[in-house]
Every structure is written in structure tokens, then in C-alpha cells.
């Protein structure tokens, strides 16, 4: 196969298997660390710490197990920009419905 | 004028002849894999916003209905989701080495953790069906049986099962994706059972776990939202 030169991307992320365990293990602890701290009472931060959580499990999926992390910039970008967009999406509706009642704008 | 060579090489098979190597057929495919999981982003993710404006509305309804879910089901079913994901990350490694019989392996692994979870899932909507959970006229609207405040105004009741319309459709949408994937599977061990997955060739492979990863994502989001609200009180 002496004509296939360029096969950067095939073969640069060949990651050693220990790579994959050591994320599967953290993601084990992660999972009970954050049914764990459902039962703490933290008061307003319950939420917060339980979305940071799943924020960390979620980046080490699609880091390692994806593989973003040794793929094309491009990836980056797009897989980048999905949620770029989502939180856009999540942030202006959550700042929408929950600000309306601040102002007391008659008729509205 | 002269005409320009064409190029006499003895290319590889699966190399579609619109690119210029498999690395670059490799590479399309990747992006165009990311580019499919983009879209997949946007459509859970109105979802999940019109979950979380819900929720907020009214915590009481939602903490009520979240209540009902087993959060030890919920848990193992969680490790068997991420357990999946970790076989078919070894899948892919072992198309990545070019071992066929580890790739069926990891893939025949991968989708017994999917049975697992589907039949986990059912079980725990049989539950909610014997529990007048369902969404629609047979939703209970007994206070105590939902585990609701005596005092709490009616909407509240409505937004309760506003919480199981989320559930249902959320982990519905979920598991039909796991489904697709189950199938998905299959026909990569077929392929990989007739030794079509080389260290120079694996892309659908990789695809399919791209795909088989944010179905599992998802569930890593899906899992802390429904099952676990305001469990410390």
C-alpha cells in the first residue's frame, strides 16, 4: 500500500487502550458522585454542581471516546457550534419567560 | 495541446473516486458525521429548553413527578449506557488495529448493554403505566398519589404530568435513537464478520460509534434532569 501517503487522519488518534478505561473510570465516578450529591442539600447550587457534572462526563465522551480531541479543526468548530448554539438557545428563552414579570409594563 | 495523464493507480477499493486519498474520504465523512450530530443538537436541545422553562415554573410539579422514577434504575441504567460506550470506543480501536474478530466482539458487546437498557426503560414505563402515569385522560390527579402538597393550586397537578409529557417523549425520543443504533450496529457486524474494517478502512465503524457516543451524551444529560431533581428534600 505504498500509494497511500497521506493517512494522517486514519492513523494519528491510535490511542492506547488505557486511554479508554481510564475515561470510563472517571465517568463511574463521576456518575456517583453526582447521584450522591442529589441527596446533599446545597441549597440553590444542587442544580448548578448536578449540570457541571453532566458538563464534565459530556466533554470526556466527546473528547476522548469522540475523539475530537486529535480530530480536524473543523470538528472542533462544528461540534463547537451545536452547542454554542443550544446554549444561546436555552440562555435568551431561560432569561425571556423568567424576566417578564421585573418590569411592571401595564397591558403587556 | 497536450491531455493531462490520468492517474493509473491501483487505488484502494473502498476509495470513492471524488477523493483524493482514504484519509481524505476519512476525514469528509467525519465532518459530515458532525454535521448530522449538530442538527441531532438543535432538535434535543428545543427540548431540553422547554423542559428547563417548565421546571422552573414550577419546581414543586416537576420535583413531584421526578419523584416517581426510580433513581436506582435510573443509575444502572446510566452505567449500562456508558459501559456501551466504552465497547464501542474498543470497537473502533479494534477497527483502528484491523482485528475483525475483536470489532464483532465489542459491537455484539455494545448492543447486548443496549438490550439491557431497552428492557430496563420498559420496565420502568410498565411501572408508571400501573401508576396512572401516562399523560392523557388516565393520569391520576389524586393529590397523594402524585405526592403533591394538600394545599397546592391545580395547575400544579397539570404540570406534573407536564413533567411525565417531558419524560416520556425525552427518553422516548432517546431510546428510538438506540434503536436506529441497534440496527446501525448490526450491519456493522455483518461487515466486520466479512472483514471489511482494515487500519486503512474503518470509517463506518467510526461513524457508528460517533453516532452510538451522543445517544449516549444525551442520556448523561437526560439522566441528572429527570431523575434527579430536589432529591435531598
Redesign the interface.
Do not use: E, P, R
Given at each position: 500500500?505504498n500509494?497511500?501517503?497521506?493517512?494522517?487522519?486514519?492513523?494519528d488518534?491510535?490511542?492506547p487502550?488505557s486511554a479508554?478505561?481510564k475515561?470510563?473510570a472517571w465517568?463511574?465516578a463521576f456518575?456517583l458522585l453526582?447521584?450522591g450529591a442529589?441527596?446533599?442539600?446545597?441549597g440553590r447550587l444542587?442544580f448548578p454542581v448536578?449540570?457541571l457534572?453532566?458538563v464534565i462526563?459530556?466533554v470526556m465522551?466527546?473528547l476522548?471516546?469522540?475523539?475530537v480531541k486529535y480530530?480536524?479543526k473543523?470538528?472542533w468548530i462544528?461540534?463547537g457550534?451545536?452547542?454554542l448554539?443550544?446554549l444561546l438557545?436555552?440562555v435568551f428563552?431561560?432569561n425571556d419567560?423568567?424576566t417578564r414579570d421585573l418590569l411592571h409594563i401595564p397591558g403587556k | 495541446m497536450s491531455i493531462a495523464e490520468p492517474r493509473v493507480e491501483h487505488h484502494p477499493a473502498q476509495l470513492a473516486h471524488h477523493f483524493e486519498d482514504l484519509g481524505q474520504q476519512h476525514e469528509s465523512a467525519n465532518l459530515g458525521m458532525w454535521t448530522f450530530l449538530a442538527t441531532e443538537v438543535m432538535f434535543f436541545g428545543g427540548l431540553f429548553g422547554a423542559f428547563c422553562i417548565y421546571r422552573f415554573t414550577d419546581p414543586v410539579a416537576f420535583a413531584a413527578g421526578s419523584h416517581h422514577l426510580s433513581v436506582l434504575w435510573g443509575t444502572i441504567n446510566t452505567f449500562v449506557l456508558l459501559t456501551s460506550s466504552l465497547t464501542m470506543a474498543l470497537a473502533i480501536h479494534a477497527g483502528q488495529t484491523g482485528e475483525p474478530k475483536k470489532q464483532v466482539r465489542y459491537l455484539l458487546l455494545t448492543m447486548l448493554m443496549a438490550t439491557i437498557f431497552l428492557g430496563v426503560k420498559a420496565s420502568e414505563y410498565y411501572e408508571d403505566y400501573e401508576k396512572h402515569l401516562i399523560p392523557g385522560p388516565s393520569f391520576t390527579t389524586d393529590l397523594k398519589e402524585l405526592g403533591l402538597p394538600t394545599d397546592v393550586p391545580e395547575h400544579t397537578v397539570q404540570h406534573t404530568q407536564m413533567f411525565f409529557v417531558f419524560y416520556f417523549f425525552m427518553t422516548g425520543l432517546h431510546a428510538f435513537h438506540m434503536v436506529i443504533g441497534l440496527g446501525v450496529m448490526a450491519w456493522m457486524v455483518l461487515l466486520a464478520r466479512k472483514g471489511r474494517f482494515t487500519r486503512d478502512y474503518y470509517t463506518p465503524l467510526e461513524c457508528t460509534g460517533l453516532y452510538w457516543h451522543f445517544v449516549d451524551l444525551v442520556w448523561v444529560f437526560l439522566f441528572p434532569l429527570l431523575y434527579l431533581i430536589d432529591l435531598h428534600k
Open positions: 500500500m500509494n497511500q501517503s497521506d493517512h494522517t487522519a486514519l492513523h488518534h491510535l490511542l487502550l479508554y478505561f475515561v470510563y465517568l463511574m456518575l453526582t447521584v442529589a441527596y446533599v442539600d446545597l444542587n448536578t449540570m457534572i453532566a462526563k459530556g465522551i466527546m476522548i471516546f469522540m475523539h480530530s480536524h473543523l470538528v462544528f461540534a457550534a451545536s452547542f448554539w443550544l438557545l436555552i428563552s431561560l419567560y423568567f | -
